[in-house]
């Protein structure tokens, strides 16, 4: 079964320019996360979607920060334009349908570098 | 509100001792608890989970934890240290409603050969 898989695997950028990234889920699992991890950290919650709809995007910034998930599959994550602050990784996850105690499975993630 | 605390940002052992992690969570509901590990330039894989039932819960690797709700802790513990567990190690709470997830900042483990 193949896992979580996310591109590009590292991205390093100017400041004020833009930066997508890509998310395709494991089969069959409706919920999908983003996740952005500072070093040294533990990931913190960006984004939830249940199928197509965003249903926590309480800490996404959203004045830089959009995501999307067409078709209830795989998702972007936009920043525009990024800032320095926002050299991280940022990880992908997805579980079954929204169950108390789900496992999440994450991708291996995206190492975003701004310069 | 939900919070994980693991003391100790950095711990070493030598190969073959004992590897014990520790995660301290407060929870305003019965929490479910997780312990991830992650390696170099990977995702996080987990390690066990707590749900509901026994407290000593044995995971992936020879590693298990037991959840002490008086002492609101969910430590790491495996009984012989071994060079391939190197690496980072979070522990995670879940409400029990939702998926929302809470991450502790991480414990990195080397072991000494």
């Known amino acids: 079964e193949a896992g979580v898989v996310q591109s590009p695997r590292y991205k390093i950028i100017e400041k004020k320019q833009p930066v997508a990234f890509w998310c395709n889920p494991i089969s069959g699992h409706n919920t999908l996360y983003w996740y952005r991890q500072n070093l040294g950290q533990g990931p913190e919650l960006l984004i939830r979607?249940?199928?197509?709809?965003?249903?926590?995007d309480s800490q996404l910034p959203k004045d830089r920060f959009s995501a999307e998930r067409l078709k209830g599959v795989d998702s972007t994550l936009k920043i525009q334009p990024a800032e320095l602050g926002d050299s991280a990784v940022y990880l992908c996850?997805?579980?079954?349908?929204?169950?108390?105690?789900?496992?999440?499975?994450f991708g291996p993630g995206t190492r975003l570098t701004v310069l | 509100a939900q919070s994980v605390t693991q003391l100790g940002s950095h711990v070493s052992v030598s190969e073959g001792a004992l590897v014990l992690l520790r995660c301290n969570y407060s929870?305003?509901?019965?929490?479910?608890l997780f312990w991830y590990v992650q390696y170099p330039n990977q995702g996080l894989q987990l390690l066990l989970k707590?749900?509901?039932?026994?407290?000593l819960v044995k995971g992936i690797n020879g590693f298990e934890a037991e959840f002490k709700k008086s002492e609101t802790s969910f430590h790491l513990t495996k009984p012989s240290a071994h060079m391939s567990d190197a690496a980072e190690y979070f522990c995670a709470v879940s409400q029990n409603t939702g998926n929302q997830f809470y991450f502790g900042t991480g414990t990195s483990l080397t072991v000494i050969p």
């Open positions: 929870s305003s509901v019965p929490p479910y």
């Open positions: 979607y249940e199928n197509e709809e965003a249903v926590d």
């Open positions: 707590y749900t509901t039932g026994a407290t």
């Open positions: 996850a997805s579980s079954l349908a929204a169950t108390n105690n789900g496992e999440q499975f």
